[in-house]
């Protein structure tokens, strides 16, 4: 019988093309990325228990000695998609003499996100009682079976498009007695989510250089776009060009909302200030990837979002040279917008001629902690659809069947706009809170033209 996976096989179509990633003794793997946490491994140690269940020359040794939290673990490249194949089996032997505790005799299967700092607090785990001397098959079933979730405000398992790696742990991970254990034939018959198209860094800010705005990739937009006095959905800040209200510092852009008297140009005078950014790159089709902190308060209103680089607004970056259509004509995306009073929820939207203002077209989230930690938040646009997600979990598609003028104004190309606003609900107590952006960063196909333009 061959010898899979350093005794584990995994099958993995790939979309549409079949791929077998496995590790054997022969060294003709393709996962070859087996790591051990406080315990010992053999990928390659000889099978000294044969039967009708199991005739594998060559299993996967596995030998705790009692470290904290031993685990056996390998990541997939890309993520896995449980959304209709959700099952994994393996085969287990655990000889009676090789324990020296009496825990529980048990196996856990975790699914994890390998590119968390922390990967565990997220984690799906599902736990199977396991009889001694002898094989037994073994299946994880993350659509039936109980699973517990780490975080109790993830969603269903099957739901998640994040995990990419595989956490084996036996007799439970507080153990502090030996483990000996043997296990062959891994088995996942499912889907790994396709890698983006979109592979080519084009453009970014990472946000790296302390003081000012790069003045070569941003603009700072002042002028109030209703007759050069307010601005849309009843704000009532006053944007700024000053360095009080949009800086970097600590490796992320800060934009700060902060209650102070302020006399613009045209001598208004509001009692808010805070920060509107327009990118000096506009562009058609591609990912956008934003990893932002929200701001705190009742009544804040950031959004990260893109508008059309044909709009008409006086006081935009592209009026003057490229304005010829009116909003909502010339489209817009909003990647993500956050209320204050609504904290730990964000929404995704298209304005179009279809349906703008209150639009019906969009999709929204709750998200624990959204102004406290950082988040990750990407648009996906190509010719057909627009694939809204947070931290790799889509939660808006955007797909109308019959695309005209009417709802897909978006072959045309679009730049992106950072803001914090001020809500006439915000909340007397309020003083200041920033939207923070660790890095905004646009891809594109690398074989297709980059639209890059920028203008002095």
Known sequence: MRFFLGSFFLFINLLCAAQTMDDNSTGS??????????????????NEFKTAVNTSETVLKYA?????????????????????????TLKLYIPSNGL?????????????????????????????????????????????????NLDSHSINPILRKDFNRIVLQINGENNKSAVLAYIDDFLYGG????????????????????GAIASEKWFQQTRPIIDGQIWANDEIQHYTARQANSYVSDGSLKILAKKERYTD??????????ARLNS???FTYGKVDIRAKMPFGVGTFPALWLLGQNITEIGGYWHTDFGTTAWPDCGEIDLIEHWGDNQDFVQSAMHNRSSFGSTVNKGGRGIRNASSEFHMYSLEW?????????????????????????NWPYDAPQYLLLNLAILPNITPEFTESAMEIDYVRVYQKATLPVFKVGLN
């Not at 736990?127 to 109980?146: A, G, R, S, Y």
């Not at 997600?389 to 009417?406: F, Q």
């Open 265 to 274: 140009d045209n001598k208004v005078t509001k009692e808010y200030t805070s």
């Open 191 to 210: 889907f790994l989510i396709s890698g983006s198209v979109f592979d080519t860094l084009v453009w970014s800010d990472e946000f790296n250089e302390n």
């Open 100 to 148: 020296s505790g009496k825990e529980a005799n048990q196996i856990s299967l975790k699914l994890q996100d390998a590119t968390d700092a922390a990967p565990w607090r997220k984690q799906s785990e599902i736990i199977k009682t396991v009889t001694l001397d002898e094989w037994q098959t073994i299946h994880f079933d993350f659509e039936n079976d109980t699973h517990v």
């Open 382 to 406: 190509s010719a057909d659809k627009m694939i809204f997600s947070v931290d790799g979990i889509v939660h808006y598609t955007y797909n109308p069947e019959n695309k005209d003028i009417e």
């Open 64 to 88: 705790d000695t009692g470290g904290d939290y031993a685990n056996i673990r390998f990541d997939v490249p890309v993520n896995f998609d449980l959304s209709e194949k959700h099952i994994f």
């Open 29 to 46: 793997a393709t996962i070859s990325s087996w790591f051990g946490d406080n315990c010992g491994i053999d990928t390659s140690f000889s």
């Open 280 to 282: 000096k790159f506009a």
